[in-house]
């Protein structure tokens, strides 16, 4: 995802399928270009005086940062880091990516400095057979959302295993000066999202096309998902006028604020 600034060679270029899937491009075609190079005897066989460098960074969407690495001394090793738009990993985000990850390599304490986590890879852990390479791969570029969704992750597991109770509005931060918020119950969890538009024009279009989720949900067809909602800028839900972490930003957004309820058959087995 997002838009790559190529500092060396990341591989072939992105396909329409590239574009859409969950991980990062950037991950997924460096992933691939050094594993197909070790494989044809870049790496340890042909010495690591001989295997290209990697230094490559990325400015991808919602304010995130990654990097990629090689080692001089090491052509078998990648070093993925990242950086959110606060400053500051989700809580427990370390402990999630490290177990996520154990099997291909580990975290490195200190991270890479500008960046909060750094995944040392160790690509020959990597199954060379087609079909395992590839779920690495994919498992591998999809860091960010390893990283990053473990607040939404850590709630959906409490809805699904009966623990989640009513609390108070939870922010989570998913750009600079924007977050999202949750607000749990006992049986279900809203998903609360204010629409900033930094053009006045683009918040017009987009009230028109939101609105239209306020009649899609009427549909029988969608009686079973997760309930949506549209508020215009203005009429914010009572879940984010009345809570105490709600940021004036929030409130003001000029693109109003959808929000979605979800029930525990909604994440059961998710």
Request: aromatic share 6%; proline share 7%.
């Amino acid at each position: 995802g997002g838009a790559h600034k190529r500092v060396g060679t990341a591989g072939g270029a992105a396909t329409m399928s590239d574009r859409i899937a969950p991980g990062s491009t950037l991950i997924r075609n460096t992933l691939k270009a050094r594993l197909d190079a070790l494989a044809a005897g870049e790496g340890a066989g042909a010495g690591a005086a001989s295997t290209p460098l990697v230094q490559l960074t990325a400015s991808e969407f919602d304010d995130v940062r990654l990097s990629i690495q090689s080692k001089h001394d090491a052509p078998n090793v990648l070093v993925l880091s990242i950086a959110g738009p606060t400053g500051v990993l989700p809580a427990g985000a370390l402990e999630v990516a490290a177990g996520a990850y154990a099997q291909y390599g580990k975290v490195l304490t200190p991270p890479v400095n500008g960046y909060e986590l750094s995944l040392e890879v160790d690509l020959t852990s990597i199954p060379p057979d087609a079909a395992s390479r590839t779920a690495v791969i994919e498992h591998l570029a999809c860091l960010r959302c390893v990283v990053f969704g473990t607040t939404l992750r850590n709630w959906f597991a409490a809805l699904a295993n009966g623990s989640c109770t009513d609390g108070p509005l939870v922010p989570v931060a998913h750009r600079y000066e924007q977050e999202f918020y949750l607000k749990p119950q006992a049986e279900q969890i809203a998903v609360i999202f204010p629409m900033h538009f930094a053009d006045a024009k683009d918040a017009v279009i987009a009230q028109t096309f939101l609105a239209m989720f306020n009649e899609a949900k009427r549909q029988p067809a969608l009686s079973t998902a997760p309930s949506c909602n549209y508020s215009r800028p203005g009429a914010a839900p009572l879940e984010l006028t009345e809570g105490a972490c709600t940021t004036p930003q929030s409130l003001a957004a000029n693109g109003g604020v959808v929000s979605f309820v979800l029930f525990t058959r909604h994440v059961t087995g998710a």
